[in-house]
């Protein structure tokens, strides 16, 4: 079975910063890319940055310049740091691979997520 533990959530105040961090199966660290899903509350779930094998970044409009996203393929570990943190950054952070991990069986291989809150 695929395992995605996302962790270092929390709350901070606006303009603080945040480090995420994931932990994923091999299998879907071999995809050529990985990627930080956002789903605020009563909103959808959103790309906000992603990573090729290597290297290559892509970020959302609305954290570019703030994010920063990074992966270790050795330790099957990605991260993302987050700085100047806003209110709107307030979600639950998730990690998958980008497009999202696909078997045979689905493609509904979602983790627990890590709350990241941001004081208004």
């Known amino acids: 079975q695929v395992q995605l533990v996302e962790s270092g959530g929390g709350l901070v105040q606006p303009g603080g910063s945040l480090r995420l961090s994931c932990a994923a199966s091999?299998?879907?660290?071999?995809?050529?890319?990985m990627g930080w899903y956002r789903q605020p509350p009563g909103k959808q779930r959103e790309l906000v940055a992603a990573?090729?094998?290597?290297?290559?970044?892509n970020y959302a409009d609305s954290v570019k310049g703030r994010f920063t996203i990074s992966r270790d393929n050795a330790k099957n570990r990605m991260y993302l740091q987050m700085s100047s943190l806003k209110p709107e950054d307030t979600a639950v952070y998730y990690c998958?691979?980008?497009?999202?991990?696909?078997?045979?069986?689905?493609?509904?291989?979602w983790g627990q997520g890590t709350q990241v809150t941001v004081s208004s």
């Open positions: 998958n691979a980008d497009p999202p991990y696909c078997s045979p069986y689905g493609c509904d291989y």
């Open positions: 990573i090729t094998k290597s290297g290559s970044t």
């Open positions: 091999g299998s879907i660290f071999s995809v050529n890319a």
